[in-house]
């Protein structure tokens, strides 16, 4: 039996879902790679709920990025995000997932860390709501 042809509302909500919600942002250009070490036994949910809750909305809106997904078999590996940079002035920022509590606050701290800004902005009125003191998003709070 052949599969059932997708209708044209349920492909605009899955775009839709990829343009909105915490991972759709712009990543700074100086992002060049992102790789995220988890393993396939136990632990590491945080990092498998980002993987599939957030890297497709952030993948979606940086096709500058590559994305490299590493999936060891061993229990002692710990899940981790390395973000590389083009800049040789930055170093390599390192994200351990296994502090942060939920995939929302590797999300933020992906996103605050690599200078991400909001893919959808209306215009400067939408910018001066999300753009902090510093001028940088405001992602809120994240956990250490």
Known sequence: MPKRIPTISHIASLVLDLRTGLG?????????????FTTSRRGGVTAKKF????LPRIAYNNPHVEFEIKVKD??????????SFDDANKKPLKIDCSHLKTPDGVCRRLLHEADGVPALLVG??????????????RWGYYSN
């Open 24 to 36: 759709a942002a712009k990543l700074s250009h100086s992002v060049k790679k992102i790789t995220l």
């Open 51 to 54: 993987w599939r809750q957030h």
């Open 74 to 83: 061993e229990m002692n590996v710990r899940p981790r995000l390395y973000v």
């Open 124 to 137: 400067e009125d939408a910018l001066a709501d999300v753009v902090g003191s510093q001028n940088k998003p």
